[in-house]
């Protein structure tokens, strides 16, 4: 469980500098908040207005972070993988291998490993995209949502935010000539049947009529892919999110060979497809769009979709690089996941949108660094149900992260106000949120606040004391 605090309990911080979206980099600003909302944000607070209690905070402060696709026992594969030639395909065999040793124990205590871990990473809320629903010989558990509802255990124990993605995923894919391929080996237990099995199975969770699980959980539906799951199918999926007002998020072309078999089965790209099946719209967030045609990627910002790109495991499984420019400016809203858990560091997947738009391109400056910061906040809180988040203003949830500045990584970065600090002729000072963006790691989370509690306190977390031990015992437990 999170920190105990009393009911309406009324907090402040003073950060030495904090970044407020759309205002810039302000220091010495009092942030106060009340239960698990912010309630007055002061900039330039004067040493002798702070209210007794106030914490200081010394770096950068900025809103927590949003993990928007999250796949938690990958983070067993890390450091396995590496060794000799390959594909994603190659990869999956391994991860399936993974994926058949899961038991409600065993994911629970992996998932909590890795969400502690997430958020000393600054994370303060995590999609958790969902596919490992039943026994490994595809029967239901006793409680059918049992490895659903660890998950959300894991990430309370871990003091984060979840969105469950529960994904759909009832075929092993597309064969050469177009015919889907049966559920076989450890993808039995990612099977409902039908989606309309899904769907019930799902609404046994018993979410509330605004999509929560419990204060710090809400329901959110998956599709899992072109692959996975036929397009009369999908109608059902996204009718189900219709009604109930879930977000949607779906896989859509991570792989070429997945591009080939949606052509020779249904004669159109996946993202066509999508659409045609009602799966696009505002709700839904498209992850990867790695290999996108240019009719793709306007239909895809035609349809105000979010686009979680996750570019350290598209490098690390050969993906290929996205055209994050294009989708960013045919309207798509992106956002970042740690996906494969190849590393958790989403300062990392942000700035490789631009670095890689640079690879590119050969020219810099595609996205600014308050772009990119709210492509790990706002954005990305808002692409898993919780628009309220991702912003330090009045009544926002209180998610908090903060960044040290004396680390060899960010050490000598010019502060706003001393002599060596640009001139910016009036506009927003963000120059030292492009030295966190662009330079820092998870090593210079010192604070995380999430939702008004103290989670991380001088890089150590509150909840689970031994981060490193815990990942080494669950990891080893499912490896065998």
């Given at each position: ?5 009393g ?39 004067a ?7 106030a ?17 938690a ?19 999956r ?14 994911y ?29 010989e ?14 959300i ?17 009832l ?13 076989a ?15 019930n ?60 078999a949606?052509?020779?089965t ?10 045609d ?13 790695t ?15 979010f ?13 290929g ?15 970042v996941?740690?996906?494969?858990q ?68 960010l ?6 106000g ?6 910016h ?20 989370v010192?604070?995380?606040v ?22 080494s015992?669950?990891?080893?437990a499912?490896?065998?």
């Amino acid at each position: 469980m999170m920190p105990s605090r009393g009911p309406g309990q009324a907090r402040a911080w003073h950060a030495e500098f904090a970044w407020l979206p759309g205002v810039g980099v302000l220091p010495e600003v009092l942030i106060e908040a009340t239960a698990d909302r912010f309630t007055r944000i002061t900039p330039r607070a004067a040493p002798g207005s702070l209210p007794a209690g106030a914490i200081r905070l010394a770096g950068l402060t900025m809103p927590a972070l949003a993990n928007a696709h999250s796949h938690a026992f990958h983070r067993a594969l890390r450091g396995v993988t590496q060794a000799g030639r390959g594909t994603f395909w190659t990869w999956r065999e391994r991860m399936y291998q993974v994926a058949a040793r899961l038991e409600p124990d065993s994911y629970r205590a992996l998932a909590r490993a890795v969400y502690a871990e997430m958020a000393l990473a600054g994370i303060s809320c995590v999609g958790e995209f969902h596919y490992v629903h039943h026994r490994p010989e595809g029967t239901p558990y006793a409680d059918p949502n049992a490895m659903g509802r660890v998950l959300i255990e894991a990430a309370a124990e871990a003091g984060l935010r979840i969105t469950l993605l529960d994904a759909c995923y009832l075929s092993g894919g597309l064969d050469p000539a177009g015919w889907s391929l049966p559920l076989a080996g450890p993808q039995l237990r990612f099977g409902d049947g039908t989606a309309q099995d899904w769907a019930n199975r799902v609404s046994m969770l018993g979410a509330d009529e605004h999509g929560m699980l419990g204060p710090s959980a809400r329901i959110g539906a998956a599709i899992h892919s072109v692959r996975a799951v036929a397009p009369e199918q999908m109608a059902t999926v996204a009718a189900w999110t219709h009604a109930t007002g879930a977000p949607l998020h779906v896989h859509l072309s991570e792989q070429v060979a997945e591009n080939d078999a949606c052509l020779a089965t249904y004669r159109c790209t996946p993202a066509a497809l999508l659409y045609d099946a009602g799966v696009l719209g505002p709700r839904t967030t498209v992850v990867h769009a790695t290999h996108l045609t240019s009719a793709d990627i306007r239909l895809l910002g035609g349809s105000e979709v979010f686009a979680c790109v996750c570019p350290t495991t598209e490098a690390d499984l050969a993906d290929g690089i996205g055209p994050f420019g294009a989708l960013a400016a045919a309207g798509c809203r992106l956002t970042v996941g740690s996906d494969s858990q190849a590393v958790i560091d989403l300062f990392e997947e942000a700035r490789r949108i631009e670095m890689y738009e640079r690879l590119a391109s050969r020219e810099r400056g595609h996205f600014t660094a308050e772009t990119l910061g709210t492509v790990m906040t706002w954005d990305g809180h808002a692409s898993l149900g919780w628009p309220d988040a991702g912003e330090i203003a009045p009544g926002s949830l209180a998610d908090l992260v903060t960044v040290t500045l004396d680390s060899p990584r960010l050490a000598g970065v010019p502060l706003p106000g001393r002599p060596d600090a640009q001139d910016h002729g009036g506009e927003p000072d963000l120059a030292l949120l492009e030295a966190v963006i662009f330079a820092a790691s998870p090593a210079d989370v010192r604070n995380v606040v999430i939702g008004g509690r103290d989670v991380v306190v001088g890089g150590r977390h509150l909840l689970v004391e031994d981060v490193p031990g815990e990942l080494s015992a669950a990891i080893g437990a499912v490896l065998g």
